[in-house]
């Protein structure tokens, strides 16, 4: 595996189930992310880890709790989502500090649909 | 408010024209850095170019380069040669350093390259 990978790809869950979405770098990088893209707005940045450490929070609800065991792996737990969660969630990963130009590498995405 | 405004919702042009699309942002930081990212129809993002922020040249990547005008906070991507494969939703953004990198994004443009 290379780069930033992603599973599932895709996800239909009910309202009341608790599932989990799982990313994995392999690029030795020391930061990760989790985007939500829905359409025709911003990519909306959810969480960010450095070093393992959650260093932001952007205002997300606790339905969806992010856990960042090691550098490499990142999971995004999902419990009781509402329809409006239905979107591309995307990991990334980057080296931090860099010094010099942060690429952000992104993986494939997990299609979430809530019903 | 630190934000990314792609104004062209959609675009096409013709195989082998050139194309312009738009990008303006706003921050108070002075120091940060640009980018364009692409996202081909059920592919992973990729970075196409990047630009720092203190740097006057405009960066270039083969058919792509960018007119970066700082104090007009403007940032478009000029697509040379389109080919069928530049096909694909296309995201400006703008990474600043608070604790770690942030990264804001634009709502995209889709790009559709006509044969």
């Known amino acids: 595996e290379t780069g930033v990978t992603q599973t599932p790809r895709h996800l239909v869950m009910g309202m009341t189930n608790k599932k989990s979405l799982k990313c994995e770098q392999h690029?030795?990088?020391?930061?990760m992310y989790w985007y939500k893209q829905s359409a025709k707005k911003p990519l909306e940045l959810m969480f960010v880890?450095?070093?393992?450490?959650?260093?932001e929070n952007n205002s997300v609800p606790s339905r969806f709790s992010p856990e960042c065991p090691n550098s490499s792996h990142l999971f995004l737990h999902l419990h009781t989502l509402q329809p409006e969660d239905s979107a591309l969630y995307l990991c990334?990963?980057?080296?931090?500090?860099?010094?010099?130009?942060?690429?952000?590498?992104f993986g494939p995405g997990t299609r979430l649909t809530v019903l | 408010a630190q934000t990314v405004t792609q104004s062209q919702p959609e675009m096409s042009v013709q195989e082998a024209e050139t194309v312009t699309l738009s990008c303006t942002y706003d921050?108070?930081?002075?120091?940060?850095?640009l980018f364009w990212y692409k996202q081909p129809p059920s592919r992973q993002m990729i970075l196409v170019i990047r630009?720092?922020?203190?740097?006057?040249q405009n960066a270039t990547e083969n058919r792509f380069s960018v007119n970066f005008q700082k104090a007009a906070k403007s940032f478009s991507l000029k697509i040379s040669d389109s080919q069928l494969g530049d096909t694909a939703m296309y995201f400006c953004a703008f990474s600043i350093h608070s604790g770690t990198y942030k990264y804001i994004f634009g709502t995209g443009t889709r790009l559709k390259v006509l044969a």
């Open positions: 990334a990963s980057s080296q931090e500090p860099s010094g010099t130009y942060n690429e952000q590498f």
């Open positions: 690029l030795g990088h020391n930061a």
């Open positions: 630009q720092e922020a203190y740097k006057q």
């Open positions: 921050t108070s930081e002075n120091n940060y850095y």
């Open positions: 880890y450095n070093f393992k450490e959650q260093t």
